[in-house]
């Protein structure tokens, strides 16, 4: 599990460690702001099963990783290359959530041909965060993991119903096990991220951009500049969108994420 000086979180370490061939490609989730490798347990426990080496990270600051938390999307990124550099060599497959979304962008930008595909999921640029939720992450963190919470989720029109309690608790339950301080500056660095545009275009891969239908914090209709901007590396680019979820879409539909996933990288 987590190992120092860089701690790199898996479910599955035995089905990893028997498919760490020099040319094994690798599946790498990162995580949102205030998060951490669990969000990702629905899709680390399913491409595992399928036979994928499979890597979700805790950053810095967050889950066991005891290391301070990096203040900038771009440290962020670095930190995240050199930790799998400390892997064996094999083509990498990043995927990337919200915040996680950004680093995986800027990781792309600066992997070079080792980075196969980029698959961004709840994803804009720029990610500016409403001047409310900055606030309440600095001076009220409860209140903000409240916000987030209630953000985070389809409203009912779209949903088709109230999202489950116990998916809405344990949303919350992972931001409050959290240190304190972390979110206030994930938040931060989201919003200051003024690099995307120039790491759009120096990635080198194909890329995907996966969007809830009722996401409320990056909608759909904000990935046209992000969408263009890896279009004019001259590399494919597509853009699809998950009906009946918001931007928490690994929780609420995470059978339709990894299916959409599975498409991603068969297309």
């Given at each position: 599990?987590?190992?120092?000086?860089?701690?790199?979180?898996?479910?599955?370490?035995?089905?990893?460690?028997?498919?760490?061939?020099?040319?094994?490609p690798?599946?790498?989730?990162?995580?949102?702001?205030?998060?951490?490798?669990?969000?990702?347990q629905?899709?680390?426990?399913?491409?595992?099963?399928?036979?994928?080496?499979?890597?979700?990270?805790?950053?810095?600051?967050?889950?066991?990783?005891?290391?301070?938390?990096?203040?900038?999307?771009?440290?962020?990124?670095?930190?995240l290359?050199?930790?799998?550099?400390?892997?064996?060599?094999?083509?990498?497959?990043?995927?990337?959530?919200?915040?996680?979304?950004?680093?995986?962008?800027?990781?792309?930008?600066?992997?070079?041909?080792?980075?196969?595909?980029?698959?961004?999921?709840?994803?804009?640029?720029?990610?500016?965060?409403?001047?409310?939720?900055?606030?309440?992450?600095?001076?009220?963190?409860?209140?903000?993991?409240?916000?987030?919470?209630?953000?985070?989720?389809?409203?009912?029109?779209?949903?088709?119903?109230?999202?489950?309690?116990?998916?809405?608790?344990?949303?919350?339950?992972?931001?409050?096990?959290?240190p304190?301080?972390?979110?206030?500056?994930?938040?931060?660095?989201?919003?200051?991220y003024?690099?995307?545009?120039?790491?759009?275009?120096?990635?080198?891969?194909?890329?995907?951009?996966?969007?809830?239908?009722?996401?409320?914090?990056?909608?759909?209709?904000?990935?046209?500049?992000?969408?263009?901007?890896?279009?004019?590396?001259?590399?494919?680019?597509?853009?699809?969108?998950?009906?009946?979820?918001?931007?928490?879409?690994?929780?609420?539909?995470?059978?339709?994420?990894?299916?959409?996933?599975?498409?991603?990288?068969?297309?």
């Open positions: 599990m987590a190992q120092a000086p860089r701690p790199m979180r898996t479910d599955h370490g035995p089905r990893d460690d028997q498919s760490s061939g020099n040319e094994c690798t599946l790498v989730f990162v995580h949102g702001a205030g998060h951490d490798h669990a969000t990702w629905s899709q680390t426990a399913h491409f595992a099963d399928a036979g994928h080496a499979v890597l979700a990270p805790d950053l810095p600051g967050h889950g066991s990783n005891l290391e301070p938390p990096r203040t900038t999307i771009e440290a962020m990124a670095e930190w290359l050199a930790a799998l550099d400390e892997r064996p060599s094999g083509p990498l497959h990043l995927v990337g959530h919200s915040m996680g979304s950004l680093v995986a962008l800027e990781a792309a930008a600066r992997g070079g041909a080792r980075v196969a595909s980029l698959v961004l999921i709840g994803s804009t640029l720029p990610m500016r965060v409403a001047p409310a939720l900055l606030d309440a992450a600095r001076d009220d963190p409860a209140q903000a993991r409240r916000m987030i919470n209630e953000w985070s989720f389809a409203p009912p029109d779209i949903a088709g119903g109230q999202i489950p309690e116990a998916v809405l608790a344990a949303n919350l339950a992972m931001m409050a096990r959290q304190t301080a972390v979110l206030a500056t994930d938040l931060a660095a989201c919003d200051r003024a690099g995307g545009p120039a790491a759009a275009a120096a990635v080198r891969c194909p890329s995907w951009l996966i969007c809830g239908e009722g996401d409320r914090m990056t909608p759909p209709a904000g990935n046209g500049l992000l969408q263009q901007a890896l279009a004019a590396a001259g590399r494919p680019v597509q853009a699809r969108t998950i009906a009946g979820c918001g931007h928490a879409i690994m929780a609420e539909q995470p059978d339709r994420l990894n299916q959409t996933l599975e498409r991603c990288w068969k297309d």
